[in-house]
C-alpha cells in the first residue's frame, strides 16, 4: 500500500506546465522592455530623443584662455612683489629721514645761540665746492692783530656778492688764472656776471691786459671834448675795434646802447645846455635853485660816455658817473676825458656815506624796464645819500600812461622827495596807440627842522 500522490502522477504535470509558462512570460517582458528602451534612445521620431542633446566643448580656446589666466595671475604676483620691495624701501628711507630730522632738532636745540647756529651752517660750507683760488679770494681772512674792538671781529671777510653762490661754474671760470700772469680777457664774461648779481665780482691776483702803444691822455679841460686815440685801451672785447667805428655806428641800423653818445661832435655836444619848458631842462636852470656854488659833487647813474659830468665839471661840478661796458668801452672812454667813472649796476648799493651828495641825475637808466620793488629800493638809496637839500634830477623817466598815475608818482610820494619841477611828455616816434609817456622831474631831498 503506498503513498497517495505516487498513485496520481498525472497530478505533478499540470504544476510543472505552470511553471515553465510563467518563465517564457518573464522572459518576452524582458525582452519588450530592452527593445522598448533601445527604440527610445535611438528613435528618430520620438520628441524626447531630440531634447536630450548633450553638450559640445571647444577645448583648444579653454586651454588658451587657462594659459592667458595663468600669465596675468603670474605678472599681478610679480606687480605685488615689486611694490613690497618698494614699500620697504620707501620705509627705510622714511625711518632715516626721521632720524636724520631728529638729530638736526636735537643739534639746534643744543646750540641755541646764533654763533653756534652759525657754526652748523657756516660760511665755509658755502664756498666748499669752489677752486682754492675762489676760496682764498672771497673766504675770511684773520686779522694779524687779533681781535679788533672797532670792527667786533678777529676776521674779515672781503665783499663779494651774494648772487655769486648761485653761479659756481661761472665763478669757478672767473677765478682760473695763472697767479701774477695776466688775466683772461673776459670783460664781457666778468659784466654778465655782474648783471646776474654777482655783483661785486671777488677780486683776482692777476695782471689786466694793457694796451699796446699806449699814449698820455690830453690834459684838462681839453680832454672833455678830444677824441681819446685808438692806443688808449683794449679793444678785445668789443665788436668795434676803434673809436672811429663806435661814431659810424649810429648810422647802421639796429639797437646799440647809447647808440650815438661816442660822437662828442654830435648831439652830445648840446646837451642839457637849453631848457625848452618841457622835458629838457637846462643845467644852469637847475643850479639856479640852489645858492651859488652849493652845488659841488653829485652822482649820474647810468651816465653814458660822461657827457653831463663832462659838463657840470665846467661848472666846477664834480660828479661820479656809473656805466656799463654793452658792447662798448663807456668806463674808459668817460676816464680818458678826465672825469671819474664807477663800474657798477643799478642793483647794486650805491657806495656813498648817507647825506653827503648834492646832486643825484639819471637820464633814461631809471625807468619801467626795473621791477618797481628794486626801483622803490633805488630810489630809497638816493634819498640815503643826497644830502638835505639835495637834488634829485629824474631825466627822461620812460613809462606807460596807465603807470605814470597809479605807480611811479604814489612811489616817489613815499620816498618822501620834495617836488620843485614836473613835466610829462608822450611819446610818439612808436604811435600814440602805444600810450607810452616820458617825465622830467627835479625833486628835493627836505630840510627837516
Known amino acids: 500500500m503506498g503513498n497517495g500522490d505516487d498513485d496520481h502522477p498525472s497530478s505533478k504535470r499540470p504544476i ?30 520620438l520628441p524626447i530623443a531630440q531634447n536630450l542633446s548633450l553638450p559640445t566643448w571647444d577645448h583648444t580656446k579653454l586651454l588658451n584662455e587657462l594659459n592667458i589666466t ?3 595671475l603670474a605678472n599681478s604676483r610679480a606687480q605685488n612683489s615689486d611694490l613690497q620691495q618698494h614699500l620697504k624701501a620707501s620705509n627705510i628711507l622714511t625711518k632715516s629721514l626721521l632720524t636724520e630730522l631728529s638729530r638736526l632738532n636735537a643739534a639746534i636745540d643744543q646750540h641755541s645761540s646764533s654763533k653756534e647756529v652759525s657754526s652748523i651752517f657756516s660760511f665755509d660750507d658755502l664756498l666748499s665746492d669752489l677752486s682754492t683760488e675762489a676760496k682764498l679770494g672771497m673766504g675770511p681772512q684773520k686779522l694779524p692783530l687779533g681781535y679788533s674792538p672797532r670792527s667786533g671781529t ?33 670783460d ?29 691822455p690830453s690834459p684838462l679841460p681839453k680832454s672833455l671834448w678830444t677824441m681819446p686815440p685808438d692806443t688808449s685801451i683794449v679793444w678785445d672785447p668789443y665788436t668795434c675795434k676803434s673809436y672811429g667805428c663806435l661814431v659810424e655806428r649810429k648810422k647802421l641800423p639796429g639797437f646799440y646802447d647809447c647808440k650815438d653818445c661816442f660822437d662828442l661832435e654830435g648831439r652830445e655836444k648840446s646837451r642839457w645846455l637849453f631848457d625848452n619848458g618841457g622835458l629838457d631842462f637846462g ?46 668801452p663807456f668806463n674808459s672812454f668817460i676816464a680818458s676825458r678826465g672825469l671819474i667813472s664807477m663800474h657798477i649796476s643799478v642793483s647794486q648799493r650805491l657806495p656813498f656815506f648817507e647825506n653827503t651828495l648834492d646832486i643825484v641825475h639819471s637820464m633814461h ?11 622803490e629800493f633805488t630810489l630809497y638809496d638816493i ?23 597809479s605807480t611811479y608818482v604814489p612811489m616817489l610820494d613815499r620816498v618822501g622827495f620834495k617836488k620843485l619841477r614836473w613835466n610829462a611828455g608822450m611819446k610818439l616816434d612808436r604811435g600814440i596807440d602805444k600810450n607810452e609817456w616820458y617825465f622830467s622831474a627835479l625833486l628835493e631831498k627836505p630840510v627837516k627842522s
Open 188 to 216: 664781457v664774461f666778468a659784466q654778465r656776471l655782474m648783471l646776474k648779481g654777482c655783483e661785486p665780482l671777488p677780486r683776482r691776483r692777476c695782471h689786466p691786459k694793457s694796451p699796446a702803444g699806449y699814449k698820455e
Open 70 to 72: 595663468k600669465r596675468e
Open 154 to 186: 678777529d676776521e674779515l671777510y672781503p665783499s663779494v656778492g651774494g648772487g655769486c653762490l648761485r653761479y659756481e661754474e661761472e665763478l669757478a671760470q672767473y677765478m682760473t688764472y695763472k697767479i701774477g700772469g695776466e688775466c683772461p680777457v673776459d
Open 16 to 45: 510543472q506546465h505552470t511553471q515553465t509558462k510563467y518563465k517564457l512570460k518573464i522572459l518576452l517582458l524582458v525582452i519588450l522592455t530592452n527593445l522598448l528602451t533601445i527604440y527610445v534612445f535611438t528613435g528618430p521620431s
Open 283 to 328: 643845467i644852469n636852470e637847475v643850479l639856479g635853485t640852489k645858492p651859488h656854488g652849493t652845488t659841488r659833487i653829485g652822482l649820474d647813474i647810468g651816465g653814458g660816455t660822461g657827457t653831463f659830468a663832462a659838463r657840470m665839471k665846467e661848472k666846477n661840478v664834480t660828479i661820479v658817473t656809473t656805466s656799463m661796458n654793452l658792447d662798448g
Open 383 to 405: 634819498y640815503r645819500v643826497l644830502r638835505p637839500g639835495g637834488i634829485f634830477w629824474l631825466d627822461h623817466f620812460f613809462c606807460l600812461g596807465s603807470q605814470l598815475n
Open 365 to 375: 637808466i631809471l625807468s619801467n624796464w626795473i621791477p618797481d620793488t628794486m626801483l
